[in-house]
């Protein structure tokens, strides 16, 4: 399953195995709020938000997932019902990161781009508007190791970890998309994709045995 947020205020859970290209997008004529050109693949659609929605976090069962945006607000959905569950206020300005830690806790943090947890816990990869990811030690916050190349000065880009926490994978504003080693933090790979396009975030499938994962950008 892909879940994807948007400007237009809405979530949607996909099934990608029944998408087709063809029906990739709503017309003109339904508007950017309609989900009638979504159809195809369109399990569940999750509708709180008042502005865009930045970032969405799954907790580790998918049972349910966070979501924070431009409304200042963080939200706790039920995958399933397509309700939400709990709803946090007190930020100043728009939530840029959200994710689960501990026993489920939401853990957001506002001037960054993305925090993800890596699988056993310990470390938290962190993006930033300098052009560069940082892996910090969850417990002392040592920073463990940091990864550049791309460019990420202006917009909101995600990355995340990959190969079971061996790599790291984001974006960057330049249209490419890099892969780094997670130890030693070299780059490993980089691939042009959107166009050229700001690649604004990408995704790792870690069902078992599944070495596929997806981007999204502004193209």
Known sequence: MVLTGASDRT?????????????????QREGAGSTKGFSAGLVQSYSA????????????????????????????WDVAQGKTLKRWTGHSGRINAVDFGGEGSVVVSEPINSVQQTRDGNALLVST????????????????????????????????????????????????????DVLDGRVVEKLQAHGGNVVSAVSWN?????????SAGSD
């Open 11 to 27: 979530i949607r859970l996909f099934n990608p195995l029944k998408a087709s290209v063809e029906n990739a997008e709503p017309t």
């Open 49 to 76: 938000h008042g502005y865009e929605v930045l970032d969405i976090a799954v907790t580790s069962d998918n049972a349910r997932f966070a979501s924070v945006g431009g409304d200042r607000q963080v939200f706790l």
């Open 129 to 180: 508007l300098d052009s560069t990811i940082r892996l910090f030690d969850k417990g002392n916050g040592q920073l463990l190791q940091s990864y550049t190349g791309h460019a990420n000065k202006k917009y909101r880009i995600r990355s995340t970890l990959a190969q079971a926490d061996a790599a790291v994978i984001s974006g960057s504003e330049d249209g490419a998309i890099f892969i780094w």
């Open 206 to 214: 870690c069902a078992l045995g599944r070495k596929e994962w997806a």
